[in-house]
């Protein structure tokens, strides 16, 4: 990436390379609850630096010069990780050992499993600070996911008719799931409990 007229200038690589630490650090998290559970809690895990032109709108739509500085402090999620997991508590066992590693700073955590937005929307956001940058760290589980992703298309489809309706089902469907995920989880603890 040209870093002259980058917003993120001469400091990309460094970003890169703490994105590519915490993607370490996730795989970390992983392999030690695997060690105890024997079982993998990460499904799978996506990655990003902020594209060059979103995070240039997000600078102008949060009222901030387009900077360097802007996009690496004032806006927290140049880094963009999104871990996704089987089980309700893979979740919270992945935020536990993220949250208590050496080098990692928690910022900010907002659940939204347990707080659950007004549209259904259900995931667990961290705010993380590494080696001076921060990063967004979402963990959820796939039924979260699947409805996210489904409900993303349908937000950007244009002439939507009865929004109401819309937004009534798309909130159903993310209870259902939700009501899966706690099912799912009682279900692999009963099977484990009869293992043992």
Request: hydrophobic share 40%; with cysteine.
């Amino acid at each position: 990436m040209e870093t002259t007229n980058s917003i993120y200038g001469a400091r990309y690589p460094e970003l890169k390379a703490v994105m590519n630490e915490l993607v370490g650090e996730i795989n970390a998290a992983a392999q030690a609850v695997k060690a105890k559970t024997g079982v993998n809690p990460v499904e799978h895990l996506k990655y990003r630096i902020k594209a060059e032109d979103s995070m240039r709108e997000k600078c102008r739509r949060k009222g901030l010069p387009e900077t360097v500085e802007s996009a690496l402090q004032a806006v927290r999620d140049a880094i963009g990780l999104r871990v996704v997991c089987p089980f309700l508590d893979d979740v919270y066992a992945i935020r536990d050992y993220l949250v208590h590693s050496a080098g990692l700073e928690l910022v900010e955590e907002k659940d939204y499993i347990r707080h659950v937005k007004p549209n259904g929307y259900r995931s667990l956001h961290l705010i993380m600070k590494k080696n001076g940058y921060y990063a967004e760290i979402q963990l959820r589980t796939i039924s979260m996911d699947t409805w996210a992703a489904l409900e993303h298309q349908i937000r950007y489809k244009k002439n939507v008719g009865d929004s109401a309706l819309i937004f009534e089902e798309l909130k159903r469907c993310a209870d259902e799931l939700a009501a899966t995920d706690v099912s799912m989880q009682t279900i692999r603890a009963v099977l484990y409990e009869e293992g043992e």
